[in-house]
T-cell receptor, first 115, second 114 residues
Framework: AQSVTQPDIHITVSEGASLELRCNYS??????LFWYVQSPGQGLQLLLK??????LVQGIKGFEAEFKRSQSSFNLRKPSVHWSDAAEYFC?????????????FGQGTTLQVKP | DVKVTQSSRYLVKRTGEKVFLECVQD?????MFWYRQDPGLGLRLIYF???????EKGDIPEGYSVSREKKERFSLILESASTNQTSMYLC?????????????FGPGTRLTVL
């Protein structure tokens, strides 16, 4: 069965520091992978996605993620965090070939940014 | 841009009331989803629909039903609201052939059942 694990429930970084949020997935075939961000009281906004091709994908707001098949990981990175990046981040995996479009979400990582 | 709208941002209801949460998308998407989000539990899928009048149970369908009479609208129904259904409810849609499984979310409805 598909599953997604975000090992870090809560992360605190200083403004201007680099950031890496971890995501590990379990899926038998090549997955479709997503990162979403949720600001307090809001819905989820797509940051980036990986379907195929280049394993390093660029997203909005200066975020990038790297797909590593050998490690079953899709970690999210940002070189310099801004205070406005404080939010909850969700990794998700999709079946790709499915016609229902279901995604499996991780539990989320809450990012706090210190001034 | 894809737009998914939800009928209310905040809703307060009493135990036993019938509650309707409405979701509308404007991108002609085939698939629509209802999730609930609770602290520490992430997003849990309640129901989804992959076509008009078609629906499937998600992970936590108990106490909920859904209706999809038109492609753009997906309603979540709490037949008899209970306090343990106090939560944030998120609607999403997907199905654009170019973006595959990418789901687009509404702003959420925070439901409080007293």
């Amino acid at each position: 069965a598909q599953s997604v694990t975000q090992p870090d429930i809560h992360i605190t970084v200083s403004e201007g520091a680099s950031l890496e949020l971890r995501c590990n997935y379990s899926y038998g075939a090549t997955p479709y992978l997503f990162w979403y961000v949720q600001s307090p009281g809001q819905g989820l906004q797509l940051l980036l996605k990986y379907f195929s091709g280049d394993t390093l994908v660029q997203g909005i707001k200066g975020f990038e993620a790297e797909f590593k098949r050998s490690q079953s990981s899709f970690n999210l990175r940002k070189p310099s965090v801004h205070w406005s990046d404080a939010a909850e981040y969700f990794c998700a995996v999709g079946a790709g070939s499915s016609n229902t479009g279901k995604l499996i979400f991780g539990q989320g990582t809450t990012l706090q940014v210190k001034p | 841009d894809v737009k998914v709208t939800q009928s209310s941002r905040y809703l307060v209801k009493r135990t036993g009331e019938k509650v309707f949460l409405e979701c509308v998308q404007d991108m002609d998407h085939e698939n629509m989803f209802w999730y609930r989000q609770d602290p520490g539990l992430g997003l849990r899928l309640i129901y989804f629909s992959y076509d008009v009048k078609m629906k499937e149970k998600g992970d936590i369908p108990e106490g909920y039903s859904v209706s999809r009479e038109k492609k753009e609208r997906f309603s979540l129904i709490l037949e008899s609201a209970s306090t343990n259904q106090t939560s944030m409810y998120l609607c999403a849609s997907s199905g654009d052939p170019l973006t595959s499984d990418t789901q687009y979310f509404g702003p959420g409805t925070r439901l409080t059942v007293l």
